[in-house]
């Protein structure tokens, strides 16, 4: 049996049309929506909709991490639109119409941080099939899956914005991973809290890992434990007893699968 993994797909539609080669199954563990594309500024929905400019001025106010600054500029973005939560949402289907249709069958695929799952619905059916907090057969093993990403300790999210991100609270989180029935492969956007595979490089910070996700891994010892979210870790795998735990790639631009096979 073959299936290949990806994550992080931002957009790669060209890539993604052959993730699937070669494989009896696909499986996506999120973020499809290219939302702002900080290699090439004229695309991601911010680049459509305010242009390469602005989206430049967004991203170096990112990467000095002017959080309030960042926040309020791009609150005067949305509001110079006449309904942005319109426009953003018909940005983030027209995406989702590619990406999907891209997609192999079978697909099985849980939603990133960066994703929209109330829209999934419109564009999954029964070849590409939509999982979060649900499990699945796959070739005799049973594949548990849990979307999203973690909200900050007291964060809250501002459901007044056009963009909200998909995240959750730790308990609400830690109750889809803990409701799981007994799993071979674990996958989820996030990784396990592991200094290594939580730490990116480039960004030179840690990204919230899930320690739910760490503590089921340490309790079952599934095969593997699968999850992007980090794009340029420390470390891309470590071994947990028997689990292999791997971070699968950053999809957008290694646009390369990573391969299971049993």
Known sequence: MRVHVVSDVHGN?????????????????????????YHDHEKGILGAVFGPEKVGHFAE????????????YLRSLWDGLSDPVRVVRQAVREQYAELFAAMPVPTYATAGN???????????GEGV?????????I???????VGGAL?????ALRQDLPWVPNLRTEEEFDELVEGLDEVDVLCT???????????????????RGSAGVLRRVER??????????VHQPLSGRTRIGRTECVNVGHFKRHGEPYVLRW
């Open 151 to 155: 909200l900050p300790p007291g964060g």
């Open 114 to 124: 960066v994703d929209a799952p109330g829209l999934w619905p419109e564009f999954t």
């Open 61 to 72: 106010l990112r990467r000095n991490r002017r959080g309030a600054e960042m926040a309020g």
């Open 129 to 137: 099939r939509a999982l979060d907090g649900q499990s699945v057969e």
């Open 13 to 37: 539609v060209e890539d993604l049309k052959r993730a699937g080669d070669g494989a009896d199954a696909l499986v996506v563990l999120g973020d499809l929506v290219d939302f702002v594309d």
């Open 220 to 229: 079952d010892n599934p095969r593997w434990s699968l999850f992007g979210h």
């Open 139 to 145: 070739g005799g093993l049973r594949f548990g899956f």
């Open 189 to 207: 956007h996030v990784p396990p809290q592991v200094p290594e595979l939580v730490y990116d490089v480039v960004a030179r910070r840690a990204e």
